[in-house]
T-cell receptor, first 113, second 116 residues
Framework: GDSVTQMEGPVTLSEEAFLTINCTYTATGYPSLFWYVQYPGEGLQLLLKATKADDKGSNKGFEATYRKETTSFHLEKGSVQVSDSAVYFCAPSSGGSNYKLTFGKGTLLTVNP | DAMVIQNPRYQVTQFGKPVTLSCSQT?????MYWYQQKSSQAPKLLFH???????NEADTPDNFQSRRPNTSFCFLDIRSPGLGDAAMYLC??????FGTGENEQFFGPGTRLTVL
């Protein structure tokens, strides 16, 4: 079945540090790939997405590239801010029916001033 | 702004007392989903509607039911809540097509359910 392996947290960084959160997946067919972010007490928000190989999704300084050969979609940001503190979920579309998602376990990021 | 709305944001119920959570959307999306999310865990899909077609996940307990009376509204009914059902319940929508860009899910803010 479809699955996601996401870097386990928690991750604690100082402001302006470089962030990488690794994500690899197995999925049926040719999935779309998503990163969602969840701030405390809130629902999930789409952070970025990529729908085909070599696509780079980007938003708010975050980037991730769809690597079909390594089935990976690692999240990166060059300089994190305190306001980036949240839980990050990697989620490929799954099961061949592209409108369902398989969520990773989530990575808690804490950024200290 | 088009959005997914969940009411209430916080719900307290008693052990065994039926409770209904509601979700509405102004996006006119075909698919509506209900997820359960427990503390420090990923969201777990309970079921979804593709238009009027109900799709239950294999491991969703019978205690959980859902209704979608029209495109805009979807309800989650918990018939006899147990202490283990205390969680955040998230509603989401998507267009539901099979082309690229059709499967992004839009989430509501969630309802935090407490069972006493």
């Amino acid at each position: 079945g479809d699955s996601v392996t996401q870097m386990e947290g928690p991750v604690t960084l100082s402001e302006e540090a470089f962030l990488t959160i690794n994500c690899t997946y197995t999925a049926t067919g040719y999935p779309s790939l998503f990163w969602y972010v969840q701030y405390p007490g809130e629902g999930l928000q789409l952070l970025l997405k990529a729908t085909k190989a070599d696509d780079k999704g980007s938003n708010k300084g975050f980037e991730a590239t769809y690597r079909k050969e390594t089935t990976s979609f690692h999240l990166e940001k060059g300089s994190v801010q305190v306001s980036d503190s949240a839980v990050y979920f990697c989620a490929p579309s799954s099961g061949g029916s592209n409108y369902k998602l398989t969520f990773g376990k989530g990575t808690l990021l804490t950024v200290n001033p | 702004d088009a959005m997914v709305i969940q009411n209430p944001r916080y719900q307290v119920t008693q052990f065994g007392k039926p409770v209904t959570l509601s979700c509405s959307q102004t996006l006119n999306h075909n698919v509506m989903y209900w997820y359960q999310q427990k503390s420090s865990q990923a969201p777990k899909l309970l079921f979804h509607y593709y238009d009027k077609d109900f799709n239950n996940e294999a491991d969703t307990p019978d205690n959980f039911q859902s209704r979608r009376p029209n495109t805009s509204f979807c309800f989650l009914d918990i018939r006899s809540p147990g202490l283990g059902d205390a969680a955040m319940y998230l509603c989401a929508t998507s267009r539901g097509g099979f082309g690229t860009g059709e499967n992004e899910q839009f989430f509501g803010p969630g309802t935090r359910l407490t069972v006493l």
